[in-house]
């Protein structure tokens, strides 16, 4: 699969979940971009889930815990602070 065609694979899937993962605490905005490692941009395309606060997954409760991937698309985590609006 091509980057573009993963693009538009992540764009649905963000279509048809973005409302359910915007009910999360903490969560603040969901979109398409490449996950980051270490502090570093990868090539990976990937299902990006910003919140306003980062934390570690064995300190939240289970309900609170993102999912790694979502139908296949990977999910990064992404500390971004909140937004105003």
Known sequence: MNNHERR???AAIQEQHGACLMRFPNVVGAGIGYRQRNGQIT???CL???VNQKRKRSDLPAEAILPRELEGA???VVE???FAV
Do not use: N, Q, S, Y
């Open 74 to 76: 990977p999910v990064d």
């Open 8 to 10: 538009a694979k992540i």
């Open 43 to 45: 090539d990976e395309l």
């Open 48 to 50: 990006v889930v910003m």
């Open 80 to 82: 971004t602070g909140a």
